[in-house]
């Protein structure tokens, strides 16, 4: 029986993983806002902006074979409306947040332990009026490929499963700023919010990513990225070798802008 902490597994893809790791006989943890109904699963309800609230939690857990980042929050906004207290707490749950807690974990972990940080297609194609976001998860790339240097020797892997849009409450849960007030970018900032919540309600469904994930998790040597989706990843790759002046029509086309 394995020790894996989600952080932000009460709900959406988080969930959906601590349900199959505990029909799979593993011991899980949740720190998350809210409670996670799972049956069997340890919750430890806090924000986890609060650092002290989640070292305290970490530090509770004898030992850690994995530890699953998914906390992660949205806005729609062009970033001169942004309101700066938001933009701060995107930036700290989705990416600052996620580094402290990997630092907290890794005294708890030894050869074999397993770091998944929940990043984004967002942050290799960036999303119209959500620049904070692809920016966050963009961030999140980079940290598991550093920490996958860091960690090598110890043989401890940090992957960052990045996801495509996905079916989940998560789409209208984003804090998405009143475009009429929003001047010069009224009309392109709710075209690409609408845009972006049709791509994430036919997109996939929180199973199927969760499913990726196990075998991230289960994985010998997983590597420091991995595309989650065979079409996630026909578009990455296309979107990478694409230049910049044809990115951005495809972008524009995408968003309504």
């Known amino acids: 029986m394995k020790n894996i902490v989600i952080i932000g597994g009460s709900s959406g893809i988080g969930l ?4 199959k790791l505990t029909e799979n006989g593993e011991n899980v943890y949740c720190i998350s806002k809210s409670i996670c109904p799972i049956d069997g699963v340890n919750n430890s309800v806090t924000d986890v902006r609060d650092i002290d609230r989640l070292n305290e939690h970490i530090q509770k857990i004898n030992h850690i074979d994995a530890l699953v980042y998914c906390a992660g929050i949205s806005l729609a906004s062009s970033v001169e409306y942004a309101e700066e207290e938001i933009i701060e707490e995107l930036i700290d749950v ?3 947040c996620a580094i402290l807690a990997v630092k907290a974990a890794l005294s708890k972990m030894s050869d074999g332990g397993r770091i998944i940080l929940l990043s984004s297609s967002g942050g290799v194609a960036p999303i119209a009026f959500d620049a904070p976001y692809s920016a966050s998860k963009a961030g999140l ?3 598991a490929e550093a920490l996958d240097l860091e960690l090598s020797h110890i043989g401890i892997k940090c992957t960052a499963a990045v996801i495509p849009g996905v079916r989940t409450r998560f789409s209208f849960k984003r804090k998405i700023f ?3 007030k929003q001047l010069r970018y009224a009309d392109k900032l709710k075209n690409a919010a609408d845009a972006l919540i049709k791509i994430e309600q036919t997109g996939a469904t929180a199973d199927y990513i969760s499913d990726k994930l196990l075998k991230i998790l289960d994985g010998k040597s997983p590597p ?3 595309i989650v989706g065979a079409k996630n990843k026909i578009g990455m790759f296309v979107y990478r ?4 002046c044809l990115k951005r029509k495809i972008l524009r086309f995408i968003y309504k802008i």
Do not use: F
Request: glycine share 0%.
């Open 16 to 19: 959906s993983l601590a349900q």
């Open 241 to 244: 070798i694409l230049p910049h």
């Open 94 to 96: 989705n990416l600052t």
């Open 141 to 143: 790339i980079k940290l």
């Open 178 to 180: 009143d475009s009429e």
């Open 224 to 226: 420091p990225v991995v």
